[in-house]
């Protein structure tokens, strides 16, 4: 398990499922496999398969332990939740469904790494995505119920009423149908807060609007110490992107435009610096900072 100090608070890396394979051509239609050859030293192994032409994705949460407060950041898929239906060949370019009732170990690795599910505080959530909210809720005597009942589940305001306006749109979506199953559950027990996305959750824990990838998508920002760290979320999906910046993936579909606008105004502003970035996607460690080569390109110094 990857930890990263950041001031007198503790960020731990727990993964739900790793080295996922998505097809490149897939997630971005117009990707640039050139610049991944000409990268294959950087890339091949945990990032990309180059032999099956694919990504490779890790899932995973982090929990932030600081002054006796544990926060969770994102809740990757979920054991369990049903995934399929219309729609599931056009998001991954295949029948494959890497979303689809998994049944992993993540809360036995959440609590072998001192989190049991009643020790977390508080839940943050870059986005409503479903791989992003899956371990909100669990399966108990045939009914949803929330995962964490001792914790705020810290949501967006915008960002909840998109997700829910895509469900009510399409209830029988494979990944809308998420806000049904993992997200819904917790609001109805009363467990949610919605907040506007520049809200500070407690002294040097705030969110940033970052929109594109979905409408009130958030970066979360940690600042102890004289240190700082970056929940990206789905700002950035993959190492590649560094290397070609202007590419976005099929996901970032909501808004195009606003996606890349966003990703470029973060890259620039944390090149070069000591800021942590904590990923969503990346492999190997998934956290670490960005930096340029002697090229000039972007690339990332992994923890």
């Keep these: 398990m990857t930890t990263v100090q950041i001031g007198d608070a503790r960020v731990h890396k727990v993964v739900e499922t790793e080295r996922e394979p998505e ?29 099956r032409r694919a ?54 690795r959440l609590a072998d790494a001192g989190f049991p599910p009643e020790s977390i505080d508080y839940v943050l959530c870059t986005h409503l995505h479903c791989d992003h909210v899956g371990w909100f809720t669990r399966l108990r005597d045939g009914a949803w119920e929330p995962t964490f009942k001792n914790a705020r589940y810290v949501f967006a305001s915008k960002e909840f009423a998109a997700a829910q306006a895509a469900w009510q749109n399409n209830p029988e979506g494979p990944f809308e149908r998420s806000f049904e199953d993992s997200v819904q559950p917790v609001a109805t027990a009363g467990l949610v807060d919605l907040v506007q996305t520049d809200h ?29 760290g970056i929940f990206s979320g789905d ?15 099929v996901y970032d579909a909501n808004d195009f435009k606003q996606a890349r606008a966003t990703r470029d105004q973060l890259l620039q502003r944390i090149v ?4 942590t970035v904590f990923t969503a996607h990346f492999g190997e460690s998934s956290c670490g900072s960005v930096i340029a080569d002697a090229g000039g390109a972007y690339w990332f110094d992994f923890l």
């Design 23 to 51: 097809s490149f051509d897939f997630v971005f239609p117009r990707g640039n496999w050139e610049v991944c050859e000409t990268n294959r030293a950087r890339l091949e192994g945990e990032h990309i398969d180059f032999d």
């Design 55 to 108: 990504m490779l994705m890790s899932f995973h949460s982090y929990v932030i332990s600081h002054g006796g407060v544990n926060v969770l950041v994102d809740g990757c898929i979920g054991n369990t939740k049903n995934r399929t239906g219309p729609g599931v060949s056009r998001y991954f370019g295949t029948d494959y469904n890497l979303f689809h009732m998994r049944d992993t170990a993540y809360l036995m």
């Design 200 to 228: 500070e959750i407690r002294p040097g824990l705030f969110l940033e609007p970052a929109p594109g990838h979905t409408p009130g998508h958030v970066l979360i920002h940690l600042e102890c110490g004289g240190d700082h």
């Design 235 to 249: 700002v950035i999906h993959s190492p590649y992107q560094l290397l070609d910046p202007g590419v976005s993936p």
């Design 272 to 275: 070069g610096t000591n800021t």
